[in-house]
């Protein structure tokens, strides 16, 4: 059974920055597509950026292209979330989801991971 723990959300001012943490309990050994979700109130859950860990593939939602970066520590058990230029509009839950393979062009919808974490709080203020 995978476990993810996120941490690394908080309070920050518009154009600021946050480094979001989830530390994955995976066999090392097995190659996953690691993704980052969030979830407004009252909207869907939807997708923010996916990296395959065999390979190091990333993918981005339209709306942080530019802002945002998702990278995997050396050990392939960490995945971060780097968010610059925060954006009230980007306040949200956001949550670390995992599912074994390649990530595919479609990444995004949240039906393709088996595993998620419990969500950490992001709040962007304008």
């Known amino acids: 059974q995978v476990q993810l723990v996120e941490s690394g959300g908080g309070s920050v001012q518009a154009g600021g920055s946050l480094r979001l943490s989830c530390e994955a309990s995976?066999?090392?050994?097995?190659?996953?597509?690691m993704a980052w979700f969030r979830q407004a109130p009252g909207k869907e859950r939807e997708g923010v950026a996916a990296?395959?860990?065999?390979?190091?593939?990333?993918y981005y939602a339209d709306s942080v292209k530019g802002r945002f970066t998702i990278s995997q520590g050396n050990s392939k058990n960490t995945l971060y979330l780097q968010m610059n230029s925060l954006r009230p509009e980007d306040t949200a839950m956001y949550y670390c989801?995992?599912?074994?393979?390649?990530?595919?062009?479609?990444?995004?919808?949240?039906?393709?991971?088996?595993?998620w974490g419990q969500g950490t709080q992001v709040t962007v203020s304008s």
């Open positions: 989801a995992a599912d074994p393979g390649p990530c595919g062009g479609n990444w995004s919808p949240e039906f393709g991971y088996n595993y």
């Open positions: 990296i395959y860990t065999g390979g190091g593939n990333t």
């Open positions: 995976i066999y090392s050994g097995n190659n996953y597509c």
